[in-house]
Every structure is written in structure tokens, then in C-alpha cells.
């Protein structure tokens, strides 16, 4: 009710955070539903208000501490893309956004990704573990599946990398497109093949890697089964330490755990298909 009364005032955008932001929560089991016992909304206004006036507005609903606070002026374009700079991940691969140019006396791999629409700019650390690997682990040659591909970021290392061949996933239309967009920005569209179904993949893998949720991680074992070489290898990432048991627990009937990596809390799990013949012996 806080939302609508706010947006029928004139309110631009809502967001929601919990009052003393000690309640986070990262993924949700499929009957979960993420409550916080004391919610702080925000919203943003184009044009000066009043206090007397948003209590008029919000007359009926519950609330406290109501607060208003003025942005100061300054260019917020300049702002924001002093916070996205090159980052480097391993010995070769560099990530910076278009406006910034490859850095100076730099010798590698550079990869040109906007932050926007879709995840993957190289700022979180389940992103970082994979280009980590990918970087000490070239993919030349192979044939990669990046399974939630996201901005494309995964997919555009190993092509520049070497790879024979990539095919990026993704079950959102928005992350295909973007994914695209990246591909072409990076001169590898002709190596990227985008896809919104997993289903109509027919060839196997050298390498399948997937930066995506736990309970998802878990749901398509048997899928990865399918799609990757035997003795491939499956890169799992973005699992928090609470999950990453269940996460190995599903895998090690089907795959040797090779490694496990850990960066702030966020894990990765490197995997090696166990084949029929294997399984024999």
C-alpha cells in the first residue's frame, strides 16, 4: 500500500532494504518467501517535497521515522563511471567498461562490458573466480558451454581465449540480447552461439561452466551430465558457504570433485565428468 500511495504522488522509483541491513538474504528455496520484520522504503521525487505532505499521503498505513533528504547536485554520469575502472583477473584477462580505454603499457586479453542490464561486468566474486579460472585453465580448442550467460562476460573470455567454439545459455531474453551486443562489441559474435533452450543443444562440451543460483546448480546436474565430454570438466559458481555442501553432496555420484575455491564467503566448484567406462573399473 506504501508503494502505490507513493507512486500515486509521483514517486520516480521504490526500493526496499532492511532498517539495519543485518537480514540479507541471496537466494530463496522454492517455498520461501523473503520477509523482513523491519522494512526501510525509499523513494525517490523529481521535485521538492514536504513532510506534512507525505504524512497526509500515508495517513493510512503504518509507518515511522519518516525522513527527507535533498541530492546534492553533481554529474552523476562522471560519478558512475569513476567506479566501474579495469579490473584484472589472473596473468592475461583485463575487463573495463567503453569509456575507458585498454590500460596503458598492458599486454593480454581485453574485454570491453558495460554494467547494465544483465550480471557479469567482473565486480562480484563469483564472476572473478570464473575468469580466474578460465585465465589459468585456457580453453583452447574446446568447446564451452556458458550456462547463464548473463552480460556474455564468461563466454567472451573463453572465445578471446581460444576456444574452439562457445555456446551461451540463458533462460532471460534480456541476457541473450545483451549477450549479443557484447559478442559483437568484442569482434567474437562468429564464435558465440546464443540460445534461450538448453534443450536443443545437442553437442558435449569440453568445459561447461555456470555462474548461477545453488538450487538451480542442483536441478541440472543431469543436464551437465549430458552435455560435457567424458573427463570434461564442470565449473560451478555462485555458491554461498551455507549451500555449498548440498551442491557437492548432488554432484559426487556423477563427478570428481576436484577442487573447491573460495572468494569472500562465494565458492566455486571445478568437477571432472565420470564416465560410464570409468565407472566399469
Known sequence: MIEELLFGYGALSISYTHLENSEEFYELNSNEVPL????KVGA???KKIADNDLNKVL???IYSDLSISIFKEKDWVKSYQKDHIPLKFGRNLWVFPTWHEPPGNSKGIFIKIDPGMA???GSHETTQLCLEYLDKNNPKKQVVIDFGCGSGIL???AALLGAKNVIAIDNDPTAISVTNFNTKLNS??????TTLDYK???CKADLVIANIFSNVLIYLKTTFYRLIKPSGVVVLSGIIEGNLKSVLEAYEDSFFIENVHNKNGWYMIILRKIDELQEAH
Do not use: P, Q, Y
Open 188 to 193: 567474437v559474435d562468429s564464435k558465440i552461439l
Open 44 to 46: 525517490i521525487f523529481e
Open 36 to 39: 523482513w520484520k523491519l522494512v
Open 200 to 202: 536443443e543443444i545437442s
Open 59 to 61: 495517513e493510512k498505513t
Open 155 to 157: 563466454s567472451i573470455a
Open 119 to 121: 550480471f557479469g561486468s
